[in-house]
């Protein structure tokens, strides 16, 4: 059973800074797409960040330039840094996971395993 256990949530002032983590475990796909999405009430989920096997990423046009997304493969985990956080930021956060490659997962958001979510609030 796939499991992902997000993390480091938590409020800051606009220009302060966050960084997620998502513990993965139990799959052994050979390739797997893993991601963040966010979303706030009344709102579609949106995607923020993707990151392939390979290490390739992709970024909404909202955070490119300010978030990062990479992995610890040895760990076993998934990271978000966030710099410059705004309010139009805050949400709650999920990480998730697909097999296969990231193209397309963006924007259509179909992930296989999601994480409970973690919250990010940014105040002005």
């Known amino acids: 059973q796939v499991n992902l256990v997000e993390s480091g949530g938590g409020s800051v002032q606009a220009g302060g800074s966050l960084r997620l983590s998502c513990a993965a475990s139990?799959?052994?796909?050979?390739?797997?797409?893993m991601g963040w999405l966010r979303q706030t009430p009344g709102k579609e989920r949106e995607g923020v960040a993707v990151?392939?096997?390979?290490?390739?990423?992709d970024y909404s046009h909202s955070v490119k330039g300010r978030f990062t997304i990479f992995k610890d493969n040895a760990e076993n985990t998934l990271y978000l840094q966030m710099n410059s956080l705004q309010p139009e930021d805050t949400a709650m956060y999920y990480c998730?996971?697909?097999?296969?490659?990231?193209?397309?997962?963006?924007?259509?958001?179909?992930?296989?395993?999601w994480g409970q979510g973690t919250q990010v609030t940014a105040s002005s």
């Open positions: 990151i392939d096997s390979d290490g390739l990423t």
């Open positions: 998730a996971a697909e097999p296969g490659v990231c193209r397309g997962r963006l924007y259509d958001r179909l992930f296989r395993h």
């Open positions: 139990g799959y052994m796909y050979t390739k797997v797409c």
